[in-house]
């Protein structure tokens, strides 16, 4: 059976895709400049950040992230595993705005899901 995604994985996705096309356009702009023997400093690097749009492909991605960990949160919570569990998850959630391995597995898991919820 084929899965599901809602709306908010949707989103993740894309806009995931998006910073990765725009990340490896700013990657390869850098390595042109270095074949070309010129020296990328900070000067050289804000400004191919700027003409290819990476701060806001990383500002996108940030809020698709955000929506779907808020996403997540009403999905389960019928779930069993997270009423047994309800007090780790919940930890969990706290640990998204600071720490980076929690927010990957909030989206790790955010796309495992497979519900029909939007």
């Known amino acids: 059976m084929k899965k ?11 806009a995931r895709e998006h910073f990765l096309q725009i990340s490896n356009q ?3 702009r850098i390595e042109a ?3 070309q023997g010129k020296e ?4 050289e690097m804000e400004e191919i950040i700027e003409k290819v749009g990476l701060h806001r492909a990383y500002n996108e991605l940030t809020q698709a992230e955000n929506v779907l960990i808020n996403w997540t949160q009403t999905a389960i919570k019928t779930e069993p595993v997270f009423m047994e569990k309800r007090a780790e998850f919940e930890e ?3 640990l998204v ?7 990957g597995a909030i ?3 955010a796309m495992r899901l497979n ?4």
């Open 4 to 14: 599901k995604h809602s709306k908010a994985q949707i989103d993740y996705l894309a």
């Open 33 to 35: 400049l270095k074949e």
């Open 115 to 118: 519900l029909e919820l939007v």
């Open 97 to 103: 705005k600071t720490n980076a391995e929690a927010r």
């Open 26 to 28: 700013a990657d390869k």
């Open 40 to 43: 990328v400093g900070q000067e």
């Open 107 to 109: 989206l790790n898991l």
């Open 92 to 94: 969990l959630y706290e």
